[in-house]
């Protein structure tokens, strides 16, 4: 008794039937079982060289990155560039990063499911374990960056021997310390909650076997009955409409870092949705990259189609925009706002020592996304891809540009410093991802990438809509062909 | 080592200080204090037991210690209370200029110099050396006993052998010469003369390696007596200064800078405000103080003074007053300033700091004809700092030369390095029959010495100085020695076999012939104890008048027309390091030059059109080539310098600084503090020359060629103008209002002249402000008119509150930590420069950014005012420093080790060293306002300002820096902020600050609207903005 959900009309969002005049969202005519032969074929074969090749690179950087974090605990912050001036750089701006990657996967696990998205079904369960990894990445920095580490915990507001001391809830500090822990949490929870249909078919085609008893303890029971099915969707509804305000609030709350302060440059207004358009944009960036790869590499081309892509790149374009649009409103507010200090760090960002950053930044994130307005380009995944790589460098360097920019030029010329990273910092960002794809991996390997039982919702076999022959009709045809065409 | 231990806690018998335990910690021993006596109850019983057995726990747990000194004192030294500071009236010793010091001692150790702030000299202040000589005290690689051709050997062998020694030199009838550098100790250098007189052939050779010779000299040549004059400034109304650094380094720079000071006070009740000209051929620290300054050649400083003495003798035109060789513009100035002059007859003070004779009897021409003797002047009672005779010394190296010299005896100075141009080498010194040095480490000159009998640390020893004629203090010892060195004077008295106690010769020389010249009718042994307590007296008699002798100007020497290509090279001495001596000491080399900004090496300093014309920026390595000698510098650009000088920092490269190889944390991105040959900077004196009898400062005719490499100065400000670079201004934005600065002809017409166009401030708060400061309300005010840029307040702060050194590589990183920094700014055109110090520290905001922030609370607000740093609760997230608007917040990036147990002695008690990963900043010294609060309230009295000094305004030599109770209507710093220069710094953004600075007012004739183009057309000084 997998997961095939029951079918009532109207029951459920994930059961609506397929308009028969567009592109189905899943090619190859699956049935529903197809679809979990599909899925689980990847985890229940051995794992190719490929995979172990990947993994052994990917644990490999992880282990890199590790050392170098050790070493800085063990000998302390100076190990990095930053200075008496520019007291955070690579930590925070790989922190912000990180966190704005998370942000897809909320997205479109909660807002698009709110939204009634149904092509979020292919990649929601890895945009959101993309979540949590970057998420567990991001963590790491407010965490290493602390000059002593070893007392994290007393950013914790709980009963303590500390004596009086409490911790400061006006500082932003522990506002992120919250919105953080809270997105971690619930992200996760939203996660499991949508694995656990799928748990139990992995469970239910297993042999008896160390997986069997994971995949049934994890799946706590499930039956597939209607009355668990209601539950469960009637659960998922409500985590998603948690992890709604999520998407704003905590990149809101990141932002709040800088716009609280005076620091002119971080000092603005615009910082909340400036910061959450950012976040999307480099998430959605990070989903296409790490969907192409996984859909090459797995053969899920049947699952992550061209028209996944294609409506992607177009949520792509539009907070890429948004973000072109707060770069321009900043440098107006600037000028409009009269004050010189605010005035000098965006002249100073576009023309001073750190220009190349923020051209590349301007480059990355407002000029090249422009390229995805034509069709054709949209349509080749190889252009696509290298595009989603270029915003996330883009996106890094404008965490980069907007910490180490507006610190190293403040009010006092006196103490203008430059900054440079070291080595430390940037093996300890590399291990972030060595960490990220180590993660990544064994989740393809272990958990079913796609959800299996959500796909099986937008399936258009067995639909009151005929199913297309095998010889296609002509009204899809020209559609199937270009999408042919793209893939050879 | 063992053997010193003992000697660590126990106090000398005569300065009755000191305590046994030396890890108790201070805070609980303050309670005691508080508590009012003979009311010991339960509870307080309890503390007391609790602390006695923490104490002995903790100072069981140091391990260092020997049992016996954690059980209290059997017999309790007289005057003393664990855990308070004693204080001794002392001379500072870092120089010859013999400022009152006063030494803190706590637990029987001193911890910190301060001024004497009823000294009559240096009237409470005290420079960075002479606050960072504490550190030569405890310092692990002095000499710590005697040696015998390197051979550690008792005192005792040492006597015995130099006794034979000296004996057969005696019955040889050989040569025996003292060298030395200035001796201001009457009864030492009654003690010398006395030693020299049991020879046959004796002679004492005084030598200063910076040395003003030629003034001495020019005054034996006109007024027939080779004396340094005092010289008044506070008294003079106008002053001329050419080449000479009065505040930075000439002679007596404290008690100079005490007197300008004095004669510039705006805020008094009768303002008044000296004029100051300054003739220079780079910028020195008074050129940056200086009401106008102008550029000259080095070999111009003769020129322009016999113009001037031209003008004021009225003779200007006529030989010997040609005016030839000076530039139109600079005539035309001199005019304007000989008028100034001459309305000031008797008011004016025309000083030279050239080793240039004819340029000195110029200059003594001048003030003569001014009738400036006895009033700005005075050769009467003249200045014993400077006796240095360069004439003798060049007669010395010749009898060395030849062989002639059968003894020589070496005290306190390193000939080796401090003779310029290698003159006298430790070859030449081997020359001698016997070689006696009694220095303080293991130098140049010790390896060619045969006997090393190293003298005291002032801080050890008993002494006296006679600083200016007429003035003398008493140098009393603030601890027993720390090693087996004896002081020179008991070292003499046993070489010629009458061994005496230092303390008894210097009585016994009182009581004969100080006593005798006393202005008291008192006791003698009423004025030893008050001179003892005051630490100086002063004395009848002096000299007598001497008058100008009527010596012919000779006509000037025809000046070769200077090679276009050819540069001169000038040695200056640094603030800090001076000639050298304290090259030793991480204080001094991490002191940010007061005008560079550059610490640890030496560098050649260029003006921005040579750099330009050579092709270099700051850090590219140039050649400069004398012919016989060369050294490779990096060029640091330095605006305001001549055009075709290239000057080098006396003092580096000596081998006392190859310890600093491993200074600062380690760590394998680390590099190492010293250069390629293991040494801090280069030494520039071997390009120098002995000439004429004068030790020559100034080389002419090198060449200055780039040699492509690189070396990164360690630079702790590298953007020097308060104007942003003009591609980068927004629309006037160009100058940043945070520091004002006006001339006196506006600030006559109005007091807030020079303030921009003021913001309106919001008033209103996201939080509510929780403290509202009913009892204190601690604030600091600035003078920038008075702050010269000395960097004494750095050092203090350094001294008082455990500030580490981090060593050169950190500099460079931009993570120096010092709490107190001086901004400097260059204002103007290329070299035509404007130059303003701005002393800049925790401003103690009212409504502070970094208190908002901090997510553990680890600064807070106390209710009187201080932003308080938590370093217990710091995490370390860096978020304060980064939302200081003023950048005044440290961050501890490493461990800063503090290993020897030696050096560890220099801490002070009351404040905390700060672990890895802690924010740190200036706290106001808030362990010295505890400290009052509780000694008012034990006396029931009001705190005053002159209870509450922090360490910065203690030191301070120009008296910048107020420091007070802003609740107090009546305190000083109230009154600095009612005044009409106070302004506070970026006070649109709202912060509130408790610093308040006053308007830096430049005694010009030129207008505000001139002055307000100038800056609205300033540009990059030099291209140094990085």
Redo the contacts between chains.
């Keep these: 008794m997998g997961g095939t959900p029951m079918r009532r009309k109207g029951a459920g969002i994930m059961a609506d039937a397929q308009a028969p005049l567009r592109t189905p969202w899943i090619l190859g005519e699956k049935r529903p079982i197809d679809v979990s032969n599909d899925i689980c074929a990847l985890l229940e074969r051995k794992p190719t060289r490929l995979w172990w090749a990947a993994l052994l690179a990917s644990s490999t950087v992880l282990l890199i990155g590790m050392l170098a974090i050790g070493y800085q605990m063990a ?5 990095w ?5 520019v ?2 750089a690579f930590d925070i701006t790989n922190f912000v990063f990180w966190i704005g990657i998370g942000h897809a996967g909320t997205l479109i696990s909660a807002i698009l499911f709110l939204f009634r998205q149904k092509w979020r079904t292919s990649v929601n369960r890895a945009a959101e374990a993309m979540t949590l990894f970057a998420v567990m990445c991001a963590g790491l920095f ?1 965490l290493i ?5 070893w ?2 915990f ?2 914790f507001p709980y009963p303590n021997y500390r004596g009086p ?4 809830f ?5 506002w992120d ?1 919250f919105a953080i822990s809270t997105y971690f949490t619930i992200s996760a929870m939203f996660w499991y909650v949508g694995l656990i249909p799928d748990l139990a078919t992995i469970r239910d085609r297993a042999k008896a076997g160390l997986r069997k008893k994971i995949m049934a303890f994890f799946s706590l029971g499930w039956n597939g009955s209607y009355r668990t099915w209601i539950r469960y969707e009637v659960v998922y509804l409500l985590l998603a409409g948690l992890a709604t305000p999520l998407v704003v609030s905590v990149h809101t709350i990141v932002s709040w ?1 800088f716009a ?4 002119p440059g971080w000092h603005t207004t615009i910082f909340p949705p400036y910061f959450v358009a950012g976040a999307i944009f480099s998430g959605f960036a990070m989903v296409l990259t790490l969907m192409l790869i996984a859909r090459k590499v797995m053969g899920l081309e049947d699952y992550f189609t061209l028209r996944h892509v294609d409506a992607m790149c177009k949520i792509i374009i539009v907070t890429g925009s948004i973000v072109g649009l707060a770069y321009l409103t900043e440098f107006f507010t ?2 409009y706002s009269g004050n ?2 605010e ?2 760090v965006f ?2 960002r576009a ?3 750190y220009a190349w950053a923020y051209w590349i930044m301007v480059t990355c994130n407002v000029v090249s996304p422009q390229l995805l307005w034509f069709r054709r380009v949209r349509a080749n995944l190889v252009a696509v891809f290298a595009l989603s790589i270029v915003v996330n460098i883009g996106m890094w360097f404008e965490r980069f540009v907007i910490i180490v920019t507006s ?1 190293h ?10 900054y440079t990273p ?2 430390i910092e940037i093996l300890t960002l590399l291990g972030t991802f060595g960490l990220f794809f180590t993660c990544f991996i064994l989740f393809c390997r272990f958990l079913p990438v796609i959800a299996i039982a959500e796909v099986k919702g937008v399936l258009t076999h067995g639909r009151s809509a005929p199913p297309l022959p095998h010889s296609q009709s002509d009204k899809t045809r020209h559609a199937s062909e270009a999408f042919e065409e793209a893939r050879t | 080592m063992r053997q010193h231990e003992k000697h660590y806690w126990r106090s000398p018998d005569e300065a009755s200080g000191g305590s046994g335990a030396h890890c108790g910690d201070a805070r609980d021993v303050d309670a005691w204090i508080e508590a009012p006596p003979g009311h010991v109850n339960r509870r307080d019983f309890l503390k007391a037991a609790g602390f006695a057995l923490s104490a002995a726990a903790t100072a069981g747990g140091c391990g260092k210690a020997p049992e016996q000194h954690v059980l209290p004192y059997l017999n309790h030294p007289e005057g003393t209370t664990p855990g308070r500071a004693a204080f001794y009236a002392s001379v500072c010793g870092a120089c010859e200029a013999g400022c009152g010091a006063l030494v803190k001692c706590r637990d029987g150790r001193p911890i910190k110099i301060e001024g004497l702030p009823e000294h009559p000299l240096s009237r409470g202040g005290l420079c960075a050396a002479g606050q960072a000589a504490l550190l030569g005290l405890y310092d692990a690689q002095r000499l710590r006993g005697a040696r015998i051709e390197g051979r550690d050997t008792p005192w005792s062998g040492v006597d015995q052998a130099l006794r034979a020694r000296f004996e057969e030199v005696r019955r040889a009838g050989g040569a025996v010469r003292v060298l030395s550098r200035t001796v201001t100790s009457p009864t030492l250098q009654a003690s010398i003369d006395r030693f020299l007189e049991t020879f046959a052939d004796g002679a004492h050779v005084v030598y200063d390696p910076l040395s003003v010779a030629a003034i001495l000299d020019a005054h034996g040549a006109t007024h027939g007596a080779r004396v340094l004059p005092r010289y008044r400034f506070d008294r003079a109304e106008v002053i001329v200064s050419v080449e000479a650094d009065f505040l930075g380094t000439w002679i007596s720079p404290v008690a100079f800078t005490a007197a300008y000071s004095a004669g510039r006070r705006l805020d008094d009740n009768g303002p008044k405000m000296s004029y100051h000209v300054q003739f220079e051929s780079r910028m020195s620290l008074t050129g940056t103080k200086a009401d106008e300054r102008r550029r000259i050649a080095p070999d111009e400083a003769s020129s322009v003074l016999r113009a001037l003495a031209g003008r004021i003798t009225g003779e200007a035109g006529q030989s010997p007053f040609s005016e030839d060789s000076l530039k139109a513009e600079l005539r035309t100035s001199l005019e304007a300033l000989a008028k100034r002059l001459l309305d000031a007859r008797g008011r004016s003070l025309v000083v030279c700091g050239s080793q240039d004779a004819e340029a000195q009897r110029l200059c003594n021409l001048i003030n003569e004809a001014l009738g400036n003797y006895g009033k700005t002047l005075d050769i009467r009672r003249p200045s014993m700092q400077k006796q240095g005779n360069d004439a003798a010394l060049a007669g010395l190296l010749r009898e060395l030369e030849e062989g002639r010299v059968a003894a020589l005896v070496i005290i306190g100075l390193n000939p080796v390095y401090e003779i310029p141009g290698g003159a006298c080498s430790a070859e030449l010194l081997r020359r001698a029959g016997l070689v006696v040095y009694c220095g303080e480490r293991e130098d140049e000159t010790a390896a060619a010495a045969q006997f090393l009998c190293p003298d005291h640390h002032f801080l050890e020893s008993w002494l006296d100085a006679e600083p200016v004629s007429g003035g003398v203090a008493l140098r009393q010892p603030a601890l027993r020695p720390l090693f087996q060195t004896r002081s020179v004077l008991e070292s003499l008295h046993a070489w010629m076999g009458a061994p005496a106690d230092a303390y008894d010769t210097l009585r016994a020389y009182w009581r004969d012939h100080v006593y005798p010249r006393a202005t008291t009718a008192d006791s003698f042994d009423t004025f030893w104890n008050r001179t003892l307590h005051d630490g100086f007296a002063r004395l009848r008699g002096g000299l007598a008048q001497a008058s100008l002798r009527d010596v012919p100007v000779p006509d000037p020497l025809p000046v070769p027309d200077p090679d276009p290509a050819a540069f001169t090279l000038t040695a200056y001495p640094k603030v800090g390091l001076l000639d050298g001596r304290h090259a030793y000491n991480p204080w001094l080399q991490e002191l940010p030059d007061p005008v560079t900004k550059v610490t640890w090496d030496n560098y050649a300093c260029l003006s921005v059109a040579a750099a330009k014309r050579l092709g270099v920026r700051d850090g590219d390595v140039v050649r400069i080539d004398a012919g016989d000698a060369a050294l490779e510098l990096p060029v640091c650009v330095q605006p305001g310098q001549h055009d075709r000088v290239v000057a080098v920092a006396l003092g580096y490269g000596q081998t006392a600084t190859a310890r600093f190889a491993g200074l600062g ?1 380690d ?3 680390k590099r190492a503090s010293v250069g390629e040959d293991g040494l801090v900077g280069k030494d520039v004196g071997p390009l120098l020359r002995i000439e004429e009898g004068l030790v020559r400062y100034e080389r002419r005719g090198v060449t200055v060629t780039p040699t492509g490499t690189r070396v990164e100065l360690a630079c702790t ?6 104007t ?1 670079p003009p ?7 160009l100058r ?1 209002p ?1 520091l004002h600065e006006t001339t006196l002809g506006a600030f006559a017409k109005d007091p807030k002249a020079g303030h921009p166009h003021a913001h309106h401030i919001f008033e209103g708060d996201l ?1 509510p402000d929780d403290h509202p400061k009913r009892g204190h309300h601690w604030g600091m005010a600035v003078d920038l008119t008075a702050c010269t840029g000395c960097g004494a307040c750095v050092v203090a702060c350094q001294a008082e509150n455990n500030v580490p050194v981090v060593g050169r590589d ?1 500099v460079r ?4 930590m010092h709490w107190l ?1 001086i ?3 260059y204002s103007g055109e290329g070299d035509d420069v404007d130059v303003a110090h ?1 002393p ?1 520290m925790c401003q103690h905001c009212d409504n502070a ?1 970094c208190e ?6 680890a600064t807070v607000h106390t209710e009187e005012g201080l932003n308080a740093q938590v370093y217990n ?7 304060c ?3 200081c ?3 005044v ?7 800063y080790r503090h290993d020897d147990p030696v050096e560890n002695l220099v801490l002070n008690p009351d404040v905390t060293v700060r ?5 740190e900043k200036c706290s106001f010294c808030v362990q010295r306002l505890q400290e009052a609060k509780i000694e008012a309230k034990r006396l029931g009295v009001k705190v005053t300002d002159a209870m509450t000094q922090p360490a910065c305004q203690q030191s301070c030599p120009a008296g910048a820096i107020a420091f007070g109770d802003m609740n107090d209507p009546e305190s000083a710093v109230s009154k600095r902020i009612a005044s009409g220069r106070a302004f506070r ?2 006070d649109e ?1 709202n ?1 509130r600050p408790s610093v308040t600075y006053l308007t830096l007012v430049r005694n010009r004739a030129s207008d505000e609207a001139e002055n307000h183009g100038r800056d609205a057309h300033a540009t990059e000084g030099s291209g140094h ?2």
Excluded at chain 1, 409 to 418: F, G, I, Q, V
Excluded at chain 2, 727 to 733: E, K, S, T, V, Y
């Design positions: 000998t302390g912050i100076g190990v560039g930053v200075n008496r001036t007291g955070w407010p960056h602390m000059g002593r580490p007392l994290f007393w950013i001391l409490w911790v400061n006006r500082s932003p500090l522990v310390f870092d609280t302060s005076i620091i600037a000028a010189p200090y005035q000098f002249l100073n023309m001073g020592p610190l030029r403040d009010y006092l010329p006196s103490s203008w410093a430059d070291t080595l | 944390p760590w394998f991105g400000q590298t953007h020097h103008t308060i942003v591609r980068l201004a927004p629309a006037g934005g940043r945070i939080y950190e990183r931009k993570r120096e920094r901004d400097r700014y701005q800049m950014s908002n922030v901090c997510p553990v609370l609760r710091c995490v370390g997230t860096r978020y420093a980064n939302n608007a003023y950048k917040r440290r961050f501890n990036w490493f461990t672990s890895r990963g802690v924010m710094v970026l953004i912060q903005h990085g």
